[in-house]
């Protein structure tokens, strides 16, 4: 598993508590990273992205978070972001969420899939590097 595919469990399971199964939101939707993208063409009454099934929302989800990593996004994230800041906007204190403790999660999470000592201040590029063009 690479840190990628790591992080965006860590969120599947964060977004479906107490896990990915009913009666959560992210599961209803097939949405497991309860994303809400205005590019998305069907959403639900309060605006997450309802998708066919659970693989088109992963790839969401994890295009998402590739577009983070690699600065390829509006919110001036990149591979020296760390992971705080990176939930900072993932899960923002107006949406009702605590990012503080959401990177925690996330941080403890992703350091047992990939073996490594990861914290909430680690750089995005301790978790994943994308490819070189």
């Known amino acids: 598993m690479n840190g990628l595919d790591a992080l965006a469990t860590a969120i599947t399971w964060r977004e479906g508590e107490p896990g990915f199964k009913p009666p959560a939101r992210s599961f209803r939707n097939c949405n497991p990273g309860n994303l809400r993208s205005p590019e998305w063409h069907l959403h639900d009454e309060e605006g997450f992205d309802i998708y066919p099934d659970v693989i088109a929302g992963y790839e969401a989800l994890?295009?998402?978070?590739?577009?983070k990593f690699s600065g390829e996004?509006?919110?001036?994230l990149g591979q020296t972001s760390t992971l705080g800041q990176l939930f900072d906007v993932y899960a923002p204190g107006e949406d009702h969420n605590d990012p503080a403790s959401y990177a925690a999660f996330a941080a403890a999470w992703v350091g047992l899939a990939i073996g490594k000592a990861i914290t909430v201040d680690s750089p995005l590029s301790a978790i994943w590097s994308p490819p070189a063009s």
């Open 62 to 67: 994890v295009d998402d978070l590739w577009a």
């Open 73 to 76: 996004n509006t919110h001036g």
